[in-house]
């Protein structure tokens, strides 16, 4: 999506161009006023501007300096000259220069449209050719095994991707994993020498074994890999396609030949420890987050704190084990999505962890207080991350629960836990819209104060420690009102005040709210009031 600025000093030519064309039919998202070429300037300085149509003749810089600042700083943006048949001449040579094109005044909306559609199709054609483009995917490429890496954990964790979009992001990642598609894990864990090294040995030390693995299986199985929360080392192993079907009468014998292979060549060229454990076989996506934790478990009970031991997780996921409610510890966390005011998907993570509740371990007094310590606990971190305690946020019956009268029942916790998440909620949401509230006073404030001085974006940033693309939004957002729209009324109110109060000439009062051409500023004022400042005085 591509934005437009629109430049005249004469304001009903760019409120015409700015609302009477579509131009969100030719992908342009947003259009720009500026009513200067200084107005333009501080919206370039600000915002990612690709096409400018200006005028040449204006007070203060004219359309063909501002095309020359253009060209020195913006050098992607496109400018298109309106000029009256008097400027033609003198137009001609800088827009041979510098311009995409010019336009002869008067002009008919339907030709402005055909030009700019024209000019649309260039930007579009050197997006797709730019070298900053193809410098982007190049850095993807140089960073593909460490977004491999975060999906893998992200999965191992238990995030939930919809099938299309995990397959789309596999594609994109080239890991060549199909649905159903057989799998097994094979967990590392460095010991001794290595744990003791620092941070950089370590990391190059991982970064050795990965190679490692990837030479020994490379004849037959492919990799995909990580380090998880435990820094073990997990792998994720599959027969390359053309070995297929080898699956099951060769491939663990195999994997299992290749896996000693490799804890036997980390000791002998790494000289370091570390113990394996190879679990059985898998359908990817569906068994990849059970046959992770089953694996985990066997490597807790089979391993625990001996050294250099290799061992098998065989019949594992055949064997019971211990209950959980995975809703609950799943990534993201309940306390990550309250976090970062992810409020729909912190309902559905509460609905998701009910419905699991009911369907397992609805009548299980153990699980429902584990349930309402968990979610009591996320409550207090998020009213402490704000200043706040509990207390102070949500009502009396939800913070004060001595004797756990929620965990009477399922329903009853369920109904304290989203009146809670509510009441947050609520908090939060008022929270951040008294902060915008406040920073636009601020910025009112700013400008009233400084009306006949400097109201410039950039010295309205300054006073206000905000960036001057979020003031420009957050005003129009909150008051539904341009800044610059604002500001420009208060000037007009100001003028009126002066003409009417006071004995200074018209020229004093232009300069004092910042118009060093007076006889722009009787044209503005005539503009905006229908009469001169003599007039109206």
Known sequence: MLQLLLVDDEINIVESMATKIQWSELGIESVFRAYSGEEALEILKTTTIDIVITDIRMPGIDGLALMELIKNRWKKTKVILLSGYAEFEFAKKAITNHAYDYLLKPISDEHIYMKVKEVVGVLLKEQANDLSYQKALQTMREHLPKHRAELLNELLQGKKLSYAHLFEKLTMLQIPLTDAEPFALMIVRLEDEFVEKDYYSLSLLEYAVGNMAEEIFNDTFRLWHCKDVHDYLVYVVSLKQENNSKLPEYANAYFEERAVQLQLDIKRYLKGKVSILISEWGGFPEDLTKLY?????????????????????????????????????????????????????????????FDELKQKWGESKEFLIEVFFSIYSTLSYIAHKNGKELKEIVSTDLYDVVGLVPCRSVASLQNWAFQALEQIRNYMTQETVSTRQYEVGQIKEFVQNNLTSDVSLQAIAEYTHMHPVNISKLFKSETGENLSDYIFKLKMEKACYLLKNSRLKNYEIALQLGYQNPNYFIKVFKKYFGMTPQEFR
């Open 293 to 353: 934790h089953s694996a985990l478990s066997a490597f807790r009970k089979r391993v625990g704190n001996q050294r250099e031991i290799f061992t098998l997780a065989n019949g594992i996921m055949e064997v019971e084990r211990a209950p959980y409610l995975q809703s609950l510890y799943e990534a993201p966390l309940l306390v990550h999505l309250m976090e970062a005011a992810n409020w729909k998907e912190s309902s559905d993570r509460l609905i998701s962890i």
